[in-house]
């Protein structure tokens, strides 16, 4: 898989981009991370 066609450089790149509509496609992606990460245990 080349650097292009990852998910983080195409996230990346969609949140970089002025038009602001195209970060739409990605919340339900975006969503589901973040409620994976508050699940996650804190540690120190």
Known sequence: MSD???????????????DRSTVRPWFSYLKLLDSAAAKLH???
């Open 4 to 18: 292009e066609t990852t998910a983080y450089r195409l996230l990346n790149q969609t949140l970089r981009a002025e």
């Open 42 to 44: 804190k540690f120190k």
